[in-house]
């Protein structure tokens, strides 16, 4: 009868790691109106589950935004759940599910999305039955996740994708910068950044039309959050474990603004990984129109190694 229990118990492991994972709709309170998100949860419930924050702009929970069908998020997520590991992916205040938590989008700043983070985390905890969640961000997510976790009992860790290590305004000036083709209008640009720094609102009606898109007046209050927090000073606060993802092709955040996070927190792990772009999509060579074309592509996978170092590192810690 022994033997016979025991064949059972491993024929009955081995059925739910073959079952796909199941997805459904998970909601989170905020001041308006309900977050959405999607959870994915692996047939062996139970194991580990990490938030997945959203970069900048207009981007939904499958990491896709107006131009840009990566689908970065949701391949994470599949990604993860192979590893036996659950995922929230969400919509940011204001956009796509979370329409009803806000009627204009713009009007937010980093804070509210950390209030957000904060409150998915609860929900997530309740839903699951999770003592605690980890926390992904990507790209300006990682500075939400960083800025959500300070004094924050309940979350795991912090996993930081393709994050700046700089404050905002120093990685816009190197942006701008590194095209030629944005020359004459660079002592405008760098004039209303400074602008923003010192914490003061830029007047556009004179500015070039080729700026507006990045200082309209809509979303200078973002920009005054954000221009106001230095990751690096975040990450030094930070006590839980934390683990950095770089691509090594990443032409939006470089190795430098890992290398800085990293500094700043020596119990921070660092992994850089080849020939991996800012979407964190396979990219071989230094041609920017390659590394860009990758954004455009939801059916190219995530790049070796990505779902590895994520997964890896939490079981450690685990």
């Known amino acids: 009868m022994l033997l016979l229990a025991k064949t059972l118990a491993l024929l009955a492991a081995v059925d739910a790691t073959s079952l796909p994972p199941t997805q459904g709709i998970i909601h989170a309170p905020a001041p308006d109106g309900p977050l959405s998100g999607t959870i994915l949860t692996p047939a062996s419930a139970g194991g580990p589950v990490v938030l997945i924050v959203p970069g900048s702009g207009p981007v939904d929970r499958d990491g896709n935004g107006p131009g840009m069908p990566a689908s970065t998020y949701r391949l994470l997520a599949e990604g993860l759940a192979e590893r036996g590991i659950s995922t929230i992916r969400i919509d940011k205040r204001g956009m796509y ?94 004039s209303a950044i400074a602008q923003l720094e010192n914490g003061r609102r830029v007047d556009v009606a004179g500015l070039h039309p080729a700026l507006l898109p990045l200082f309209r007046p809509e979303v200078q209050g973002f920009l005054l959050s954000e221009m106001s927090l230095d990751p690096a000073t975040l990450i030094a606060a930070c006590r839980e474990p934390i683990l950095i993802v770089q691509g090594q092709r990443d032409i939006q955040v470089s190795i430098a603004d890992a290398e800085r996070l990293a500094q700043a927190n020596a119990a921070a792990r660092l ?19 390659e590394n860009l074309a990758a954004y455009l592509d939801p059916g190219a996978p995530l790049a070796p190694g990505v779902v590895a170092a994520v997964a890896d590192f939490i079981e450690a810690v685990r």
């Open 97 to 190: 599910g979370s329409r009803a938590a806000l009627a204009d989008a713009n009007a937010v700043t980093i804070g509210d999305y950390a209030a957000d983070v904060r409150a998915w985390v609860s929900a997530i905890r309740q839903r699951t039955g999770a003592p605690c969640v980890w926390v992904l961000g990507h790209s300006e997510g990682g500075l939400v996740a960083l800025a959500a976790a300070q004094g924050a009992a309940d979350v795991c860790g912090l996993i930081l994708a393709a994050t700046a290590g700089r404050p905002l305004g120093a990685v816009l000036r190197e942006q701008l910068q590194s095209s030629p083709a944005n020359a004459p209008l660079l002592g405008e640009a760098l």
């Open 271 to 289: 992994v850089t990984l080849l020939d991996t772009n800012h979407v964190l999509k396979t990219v071989t060579s230094d041609d920017r129109r």
